[in-house]
């Protein structure tokens, strides 16, 4: 083989392999540095895997400290698990900010529902990805959305977890 086929060869694996690296550079949506203030009511949450469901670690007065856990029902089309890969909000401990309609338990008086019209990722990006966790944690990526959970589930590629 000359030099121009090898040159040719080298080229052809080397540029996919470079543009899928720097999609992991191009942010999507940016993370927020600190809680807004607005007076519109907000909520943040993080996934408990554990129970399967969103729990309340705050809201627009700041994060809770006082020990119990507040358990809430995310649902609506702006909601972060239908849009957000697992390996973000389901395995990373990822923070998110919810806006949206809120529903209280008649019994309880505690809030139990929200119809999520936006949110936004607070602070940082976790993932459970090793590769992901490699590049900035101030944005979401390309890789970091649903439809990539999705891809890996067309290839059958979901080593030790499923998707939620």
């Given at each position: 083989m000359n030099l121009y086929k090898i040159l040719k060869i080298s080229l052809m694996?080397?540029?996919?392999?470079?543009?899928f690296v720097l999609t992991?550079?191009?942010?999507?949506?940016?993370?927020?540095?600190?809680?807004?203030?607005e007076e519109e009511d907000f909520y943040i949450i993080q996934f408990f895997?554990?129970?399967n469901s969103w729990l309340i670690i705050g809201d627009k007065t700041g994060l809770y400290?006082?020990?119990?856990?507040?358990?809430?029902n995310i649902n609506g089309e702006?909601?972060?698990?239908?849009?957000?890969?697992?390996?973000?909000?389901?395995?990373?401990?990822?923070?998110?900010?919810?806006?949206?309609?809120k529903t209280l338990d008649p019994i309880n008086n505690q809030?139990?529902?929200?119809?999520?019209?936006r949110w936004e990722v607070l602070s940082k990006v976790e993932s459970r990805n090793s590769f992901r966790n490699m590049?900035?944690?101030?944005?979401?990526?390309?890789?970091?959305?649903?439809?990539?959970?999705?891809?890996?589930?067309?290839?059958g590629y979901f080593d030790d977890y499923e998707v939620p």
């Open positions: 694996v080397a540029i996919p392999i470079v543009l992991f550079t191009i942010p999507i949506k940016f993370t927020l540095k600190s809680l807004a203030s895997d554990v129970w400290d006082d020990g119990k856990d507040y358990f809430v702006k909601n972060p698990k239908k849009i957000v890969s697992c390996d973000i909000y389901y395995y990373g401990n990822t923070s998110f900010i919810v806006w949206g309609e809030l139990n529902h929200i119809e999520c019209t590049f900035s944690k101030k944005y979401l990526n390309i890789w970091d959305y649903k439809w990539f959970d999705d891809f890996r589930e067309w290839l």
